[in-house]
T-cell receptor
Framework: NAGVTQTPKFRVLKTGQSMTLLCAQD?????MYWYRQDPGMGLRLIHY???????AKGEVPDGYNVSRLKKQNFLLGLESAAPSQTSVYFC??????????????FGPGTRLLVL | AQKITQTQPGMFVQEKEAVTLDCTYD???????LFWYKQPSSGEMIFLIY??????QNATEGRYSLNFQKARKSANLVISASQLGDSAMYFC???????????????FGGGTRLMVKP
């Protein structure tokens, strides 16, 4: 199993450009998440999904949109990138109703630089 | 709203010694879970240990143990016999459950950078 994969690994954008980050998981998890990590800080939740076709806002959703058309994929879109969105983006997934000690499974991260 | 506080931005420890990384949390929920993750310089998030709010005993996983003091709302990570490979960022996180079985999220502290000296 590949676990959670993210595409691309690294991207440089100019202010105002758009892009989509792809997250894929092969563990049949119902829940998926997008976090961002700014330098020297912990992860903050952007958006999450509890199942195919459903999404919800997290702690820092402004400037991002998401879609979950297939259970295994969770897309994060930036319609008009801003320098404040320079960050490392982590995708994660987890079971619905899993054991309390079940962690979220994290992808390797996507490093995004907005100039 | 929940809050996780890690008051030690950086720490040094001598190889083979034990080290304690502090974490305090704030929540009004009676049911919660606390996690510790390691993030090496390569960037991935590695799950280390979990403590449930109703667990009677402190969690242990190999060289990692969690000093859980519920009344003080602290969940400190203890690493015994530090190794050079333990040098990394360490994050404490708390699981919050959304109402109506609408999922859950992790709230992270700001992290502690641990540096192990040979």
């Amino acid at each position: 199993n590949a676990g959670v994969t993210q595409t691309p690994k690294f991207r440089v954008l100019k202010t105002g450009q758009s892009m989509t980050l792809l997250c894929a998981q092969d563990m049949n998890h119902e829940y998926m998440y997008w976090y961002r990590q700014d330098p020297g800080m912990g992860l903050r939740l952007i958006h999450y999904s509890v199942g195919e076709g459903t999404t919800a806002k997290g702690e820092v959703p402004d400037g991002y949109n998401v879609s979950r058309l297939k259970k295994q994929n969770f897309l994060l879109g930036l319609e008009s990138a801003a320098p404040s969105q320079t960050s490392v983006y982590f995708c994660a997934s987890s079971y619905k109703g899993g054991r309390p000690q079940e962690t979220q499974y994290f992808g390797p991260g996507t490093r995004l630089l907005v100039l | 709203a929940q809050k996780i506080t890690q008051t030690q931005p950086g720490m040094f420890v001598q190889e083979k010694e034990a080290v304690t990384l502090d974490c305090t949390y704030d929540t009004s929920d009676p049911s919660y879970g606390l996690f510790w993750y390691k993030q090496p310089s390569s960037g991935e998030m590695i799950f280390l240990i979990y403590q449930g709010s109703y667990d009677q005993q402190n969690a242990t996983e190999g060289r990692y143990s969690l000093n859980f003091q519920k009344a003080r709302k602290s969940a400190n990570l203890v690493i015994s016999a530090s190794q050079l490979g333990d040098s990394a960022m360490y994050f404490c996180a708390m699981r919050e459950y959304f109402p109506n079985n609408a999922g859950n999220m992790l709230t992270f502290g700001g992290g502690t950078r641990l540096m192990v000296k040979p």
